[in-house]
């Protein structure tokens, strides 16, 4: 709604929204990373889905790098390493958000560490349509231009 009163008053269309409209799946992974330490609010499931999705396909060619250059010990090299490690922030981050969207508590992350089930569990929360209207969180992102 925000974005289209921008456009009658201003006659200019914003270059972020546009681009989130069309459904370019790398902005939002890149939207992700702009808001690395933001953990309030909430994340839509395509935000969090293609941040995971992108996230894999770095890690691996972080991998296969590793493996290219012979400097992967164990399994894991320093350059996939290295990935993992700055991405801990920008992951927890939006998972936690993603929580928010479906009315969770941020401390619902750490059901994580009970094993299977907890893995299980927060699978079925991060796979939940998001939760109708505005709740303690923030509002509905699928209604936030």
């Given at each position: 709604m925000e974005s289209r009163n921008h456009?009658?008053?201003?006659?200019?269309i914003l270059k972020s929204q546009t681009s989130k409209e069309k459904g370019v799946a790398m902005n939002w992974y890149l939207y992700v990373l702009s808001h690395y330490a933001?953990?309030?609010?909430?994340?839509?499931?395509?935000?969090?889905?293609?941040?995971?999705?992108?996230?894999i396909i770095f890690a691996v060619i972080a991998g296969i790098l590793d493996s290219i250059l012979g400097i992967a010990k164990l399994g894991i090299g320093p350059i996939c390493m290295l990935y993992i490690l700055a991405m801990f922030?920008?992951?927890?981050?939006?998972?936690?958000r993603r929580l928010h969207d479906v009315g969770k508590s941020d401390w619902m992350m750490?059901?994580?560490?009970?094993?299977?089930?907890?893995?299980?569990?927060?699978l079925v929360?991060?796979?939940?349509?998001?939760?109708?209207?505005?709740?303690?969180?923030?509002?509905?992102?699928?209604?936030?231009?």
């Open positions: 456009i009658q008053k201003t006659g200019r933001d953990f309030t609010g909430r994340a839509r499931r395509n935000e969090y889905w293609m941040f995971v999705l992108f996230n922030i920008p992951s927890l981050s939006v998972g936690v750490l059901i994580a560490f009970i094993p299977i089930i907890g893995a299980i569990w927060l929360l991060m796979l939940l349509n998001s939760q109708i209207g505005e709740n303690q969180y923030g509002p509905n992102p699928k209604l936030v231009p």
